[in-house]
């Protein structure tokens, strides 16, 4: 029987919710979170109505929340949501809304959001030009979005897409800055502003929230380790930090308005 890309998504995902709370592994979820606030700052307003796309446990709805008027945070996966909803329950936030729904498909008319935001997903997602265009469909004239991802960097040797997708099946393409700006240039909307970063990551962590199977896991290890012994390139850009194998991910942040 063939699997969809989407049904691969809530699988993994509800093997992967409670992780998304546990501070020994969520790290990578957690530790930028104040710099994309940062960087969503100027568009914060009050009187927003904010929809978070792909929200999965809702982290970047929760650091905005009290910023804002009220946050819809949209995933497909049940369990991201559930788990979301308990963390917002225990840090007493009672203006975030979960709601179950596809993001290349959202379930509102247009130009039903003043600030629509979505992060880690369109590397993620089946189909990253729909979900542009639907964030962009359902923005009011002028509405700020808000897209975050990790992207390759341009130049990069290796693939490392397929090492992703051995950690985590449901892994889509990791899409270039300009490819993702296009996304929102052929959408209609206008870019403003960008940031981009560098983020050295523990291996084994990020093995441990998408619990790899082992033979997987083993098989990432050895090619890293065999890239930093003078190997191929994986393109994951691993490093050594105090004995530990580690690797990159590049982020990157982007504001645009709504035309
Ligand atoms: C890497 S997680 C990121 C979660 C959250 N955005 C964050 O940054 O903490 C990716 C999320 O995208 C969701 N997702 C993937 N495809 C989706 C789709 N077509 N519609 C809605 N959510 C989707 C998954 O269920 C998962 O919760």
Redesign the pocket.
């Given at each position: 029987m063939t699997v969809t890309h989407?049904e691969k998504?809530?699988r993994e995902?509800s093997k992967q919710a409670a992780a998304?709370a546990d501070p020994g592994v969520n790290a990578a979820?957690t530790r930028h979170l104040d710099r994309l606030v940062r960087f969503m700052e100027p568009e914060l307003d009050l009187e927003d109505v904010t929809l978070?796309?792909?929200?999965?446990?809702a982290?970047?709805s929760r650091a905005v929340a009290r910023r804002v008027r009220h946050v819809t945070a949209?995933?497909?996966?049940p369990a991201?949501l559930a788990q979301g909803k308990r963390d917002a329950d225990a840090e007493g936030v009672t203006n975030v809304t979960f709601t179950r729904?596809?993001?290349?498909d959202l379930p509102y008319l247009d130009r039903s959001f003043t600030l629509v935001v979505?992060?880690?997903?369109l590397h993620?997602?089946?189909d990253p030009a729909a979900?542009v265009r639907e964030m962009t469909r359902v923005g009011r004239p002028g509405a700020a979005l808000i897209i975050a991802d990790l992207v390759r960097p341009a130049g990069l040797d290796g693939d490392p897409d397929r090492i992703e997708r051995l950690r985590d099946p449901?892994h889509g393409t990791l899409r270039t800055e300009e490819e993702i700006a296009g996304l929102v240039a052929a959408a209609g909307a206008e870019v403003k502003r960008t940031d981009r970063f560098d983020h050295v990551r523990p291996l084994e962590a990020w093995l441990a929230l998408a619990q790899t199977p082992d033979e997987a896991a083993a098989q990432i290890r050895k090619e890293l380790t065999a890239e930093l012994d003078g190997g191929p390139a994986t393109g994951m850009r691993p490093v050594l930090q105090d004995g530990e194998l580690h690797f990159t991910h590049t982020n990157f942040f982007l504001q645009a308005i709504v035309g």
């Open positions: 989407d998504v809530v995902f998304f979820f978070e796309v792909a929200a999965g446990t982290l970047v949209l995933d497909l996966t991201m729904g596809d993001a290349a979505t992060r880690f997903s993620q997602v089946a979900v449901s």
